[in-house]
């Protein structure tokens, strides 16, 4: 089994910032995704950030609206995710939750519980 541990969330001032970060332990393999969803209140979950295992290296995608203001990266020899955010803004208050996905024919998603941000206006 595999254990996932967020960390990093609280209240920031809309246009700071906050580092999140994703652990994961147990039966873990590194050829693997690892990436950020988010849910706000009353919102379904939405796609934040990816980190993709490819044979060259980790790729890394974002929704538009976090291209250019948030930072997804990978460490702990790939058992780890880190989510830097800017500039953020009152409605991306949410609970932010770390995914790991295993490809393959029968696909693997791992969840964390998530760790809360508030940013206040």
């Known amino acids: 089994q595999v254990q996932m541990v967020e960390s990093g969330g609280g209240v920031v001032q809309a246009g700071g910032s906050l580092r999140l970060s994703c652990v994961a332990s147990g039966r873990t393999l590194v050829n693997v995704d690892m990436g950020w969803y988010r849910q706000a209140p009353g919102k379904e979950r939405e796609f934040v950030a990816m980190?993709?295992?490819?044979?060259?290296?980790?790729?890394?995608d974002y929704d538009d609206f976090a291209k250019d203001r948030f930072t997804i990266s990978r460490g702990n020899a790939g058992n780890a995710t880190y989510l830097e955010m800017n500039s953020l803004k009152h409605k991306e208050t949410a609970i932010y939750c770390c995914?790991?996905?295993?490809?393959?024919?029968?696909?693997?998603?791992?969840w964390g519980q998530g760790t809360q941000v508030t940013v206040s206006s």
């Open positions: 980190t993709r295992w490819t044979w060259s290296g980790y790729t890394s």
């Open positions: 995914n790991r996905h295993v490809p393959g024919p029968v696909a693997v998603d791992y």
